[in-house]
C-alpha cells in the first residue's frame, strides 16, 4: 500500500511538473508576443507618432517592449525552476511574474483608458497641423509623417480635402498652384495636386482624422488585449505552485543540500 503511495505520489509529481513546463512555455510566448506587438508598434508605426500632441501612445507601446523582454527572461528561470523541482524556486520565480503582469495589466488598461483622449486630442491637433506646420521650416518630420498618413491610409486632409486650403504652405508661392500636397494623389507624380478632382486625389469620409482613429483603436485595443489577456493566466499558475511538493525549501540560489 505504501509502495503504490509512494507510486502515485511520484506520478502526481511528475504530472504537474510538466503542467507547468507547459504553462510556463505558453507564458514565455506571451512575453514574446507582448515585446513583438510593442517593437512593432514603434518600427513601424512610428511614422504616425509626429501627428500626435501626446506621448501615451509610444509610451504604452515601451511599457509593454520592457515587460514582454521581464517575461521571458523570467521565464527561462521558471524553466530551471522547474527543472530543480524546487517549490520555493517557484514561488519566487511566480511573484517576480505577478508584478511583471502587473505592469502589463496596467499598460492594457491605459490603452483602454486613453483611446478616447487620444482621439480627442487628434480631432484638435491634425488639423493644426496641417494648418499650421507643413511644410513649414523645422517641420520636416512633420511633413513626412502627414505625407505617409496620407498615402498609408488614402486619405487627404485631416476632415476633408477642404482643409487643405486654410494650409500656409498651399497659401504660399511654394505650393506652385497645388490645391492639395502631391500625397493626396492616388497616383503621385510632380505638382499632381494641383487638380483636385476625385479621380485624382483620395476624397475619404471623414478624411485622415477617421482612418487614424480607427488605426488607434486597432491598435491600442490589441496592446490592451495582450496585456490583459496574459495577466489573466497568472491566478492559475500560482494555484499550481501551492500543489507542488515542497522540496529543497530555501536553496533557490545555491547547491541542493546532501544527505
Known amino acids: 500500500m505504501a509502495h503504490y503511495k509512494a507510486e502515485q505520489d511520484d506520478w502526481l509529481l511528475v504530472y504537474l511538473k510538466y503542467l507547468l513546463f507547459v504553462f510556463n512555455f505558453f507564458f514565455w510566448v506571451g512575453g514574446a508576443a507582448i515585446m513583438a506587438v510593442g517593437v512593432w508598434t514603434l518600427v513601424e508605426k512610428s511614422g504616425y507618432l509626429s501627428v500626435l500632441a ?95 498618413l496620407q498615402q498609408d491610409f488614402k486619405c487627404c486632409g485631416s476632415n476633408s480635402s477642404a482643409d487643405w486650403q486654410h494650409s500656409a504652405y498651399i497659401l504660399s508661392q511654394e505650393a506652385e498652384g497645388r490645391r492639395v500636397p502631391d500625397s493626396c494623389c492616388k497616383t503621385v507624380v510632380a505638382r499632381c495636386g494641383q487638380r483636385a478632382h476625385p479621380s485624382n486625389i483620395y476624397k475619404v469620409e471623414g478624411g485622415c482624422v477617421s482612418k487614424l482613429e480607427q488605426f488607434l483603436a486597432d491598435h491600442l485595443l490589441l496592446m490592451g488585449a495582450v496585456g490583459i489577456g496574459v495577466a489573466c493566466l497568472q491566478p492559475g499558475m500560482n494555484h499550481m505552485v501551492t500543489l507542488f511538493p515542497r522540496k529543497d525549501e530555501g536553496k533557490c540560489l545555491g547547491a541542493r543540500g546532501t544527505t
Not at 91 to 114: D, P
Not at 117 to 139: C, F, I, M, V
Request: hydrophobic share 50%.
Open 54 to 148: 501626446s506621448s501615451t501612445f509610444a509610451a504604452s507601446a515601451y511599457i509593454l517592449i520592457f515587460a514582454g523582454a521581464l517575461v521571458m527572461v523570467t521565464g527561462f528561470l521558471g524553466f530551471c525552476a522547474i527543472v530543480r523541482e524546487d517549490r520555493s524556486c517557484l514561488s519566487t520565480y511566480f511573484c517576480l511574474l505577478l508584478a511583471i503582469f502587473l505592469v502589463e495589466l496596467v499598460a492594457g488598461v491605459l490603452a483602454h483608458m486613453y483611446y478616447q483622449r487620444l482621439s480627442d486630442e487628434l480631432k484638435q491637433h491634425l488639423t493644426r497641423t496641417l494648418a499650421e506646420n507643413y511644410r513649414q521650416p523645422g517641420a520636416a518630420d512633420i511633413t513626412t509623417s502627414v505625407d505617409r
